[in-house]
């Protein structure tokens, strides 16, 4: 039998992609965040007395990788060292060798070199383990060095591979060590332990081969629970069990008011926020679909913003409402989106033109988010919603 921890792109202190301002208590949430969903990881592992934790990738953030982190990471492993847990760690895209990581690790730690190698471990019950795997010398590694893991056959264990790179499917963008499932399934592993990709996923299950996804959320194309995989079993059948960590959540809801007061409309955003509020701290994009002819003034809605953003300040467990979108339910008006083909909307000719002057200045395209990652189908709803809104105040002021 073994047991351990798959976890992968801890990504500390990564910069949180916020575009509201934050209050300083929760912004030392945020701060906080990763931090608390890896000491939760090792206090998992410690409850369950695993074998060792695999951690496949990104520990840190390049430029952003902080003295505070490493020496977090230290107190950590060292937690894991008393009980005799070992940690295997592989570097990523994000922290590679060449950014010359010199923490100086308990002896429980072990971090593959720029080559593919092997450490054996015993477990508790005495079963034999082969971990292969390799460190990124550079953060942009397209080597693909798969071809260099070592076939488990001749060799009695239990055989696992660590790789930090992109399924060869996968819609990424950044496309490192890309593989498909052929190539690790002529391994002859048992389980594969990936990262890059942050959604958890897994890509097969025989052999095991699971993306752990990351372990904190830090915007909303990475939303829902975050944490790590327990592995378990023997060399017939490996299981998979997930356990969220996550101190945040960033998820999207939608509600339905008839209200068009400000009092109204921030009463039912504040019973949806007391509803959700015991699943812990969160960042929400939250669609309002308000039932009545009437509309409210922009003036109206930006105090509501206001209020529902001050009431959090003091929260243990804040609800955050990043997005707020009003959307008035008529039954004779289709979507503006739908008058789009698939063709239009897949061109990303028009749209390249238009984003290109603005991320080509360097001045504002530092602040900008990738805008590859971008669902067009939302830009055009956002847009159409903004359109209404400004055609609305225009009614109003007349």
């Known amino acids: 039998m073994v047991k351990f921890i798959h976890c992968a792109d801890l990504h500390l202190d990564s910069p949180f992609k916020s575009k509201s301002h934050l209050s300083p208590n929760i912004f030392e949430d945020v701060q906080k965040s990763a931090y608390e969903s890896f000491q939760h990881i090792v206090d998992l592992a410690l409850e369950k007395e695993v074998d060792f934790i695999i951690i496949a990738g990104d520990l840190f953030d390049k430029e952003n990788r902080t003295l505070r982190a490493e020496v977090f990471l230290k107190e950590q492993f060292e937690r894991l060292e008393k009980e005799q847990i070992f940690v295997y760690i592989c570097h990523g895209n994000h922290d590679p060798l060449s950014t010359k990581i010199s923490s100086n690790w308990p002896k429980n730690v072990s971090v593959f070199s720029n080559q ?40 009695q264990g239990i055989h696992i ?32 332990a990936l990262g890059h990709i942050h959604e958890r996923q897994q890509l097969s299950d025989l052999p095991v081969i699971n993306y752990a996804g990351n372990i904190q959320g830090r915007h909303f194309n990475e939303k829902g629970e975050k944490g790590c995989l327990l592995i378990q079993g023997d060399n017939l059948k490996l299981t998979t069990q997930f356990y969220p960590t996550q101190s945040i959540k960033f998820e999207e809801a939608t509600i339905e008011t008839s209200e068009t007061t400000k009092q109204g409309l921030y009463e039912a955003i504040q019973a949806f926020k007391d509803k959700v509020r015991e699943e812990g701290k969160a960042f929400y994009r939250l669609n309002v679909i308000i039932n009545s002819e009437s509309t409210m003034s922009p003036q109206d809605i930006l105090q509501v913003e206001e209020m529902i953003t001050d009431y959090e300040e003091n929260e243990k467990d804040f609800v955050f409402i990043e997005d707020l979108n009003l959307k008035y339910k008529t039954n004779d008006e289709s979507p503006l989106v739908n008058e789009f083909s698939n063709d239009l909307l897949n061109d990303r000719t028009v749209f390249d033109k238009a984003m290109s002057d603005l991320y080509l200045n360097p001045r504002a395209s530092k602040y900008l988010d990738d805008y590859t990652t971008f669902d067009k189908t939302e830009l055009v709803n956002h847009a159409e919603d903004l359109l209404k809104a400004d055609m609305r105040g225009e009614q109003n002021d007349n």
């Open 161 to 192: 591979g660590v790789l930090h790179g992109t399924y060869s499917k996968s819609s990424v963008k950044d496309r490192y060590t890309e593989f498909r499932l052929e190539d690790l399934n002529s391994k002859l592993y048992h389980y594969w």
């Open 116 to 155: 593919v190698e092997t450490y054996q471990a015993i477990t508790k019950d005495g079963e034999t383990i082969f971990i292969h795997g390799f460190s990124y010398q550079n953060d942009a590694s397209y080597e693909n060095k798969i071809d260099s893991f070592p076939s488990s056959q001749g060799q």
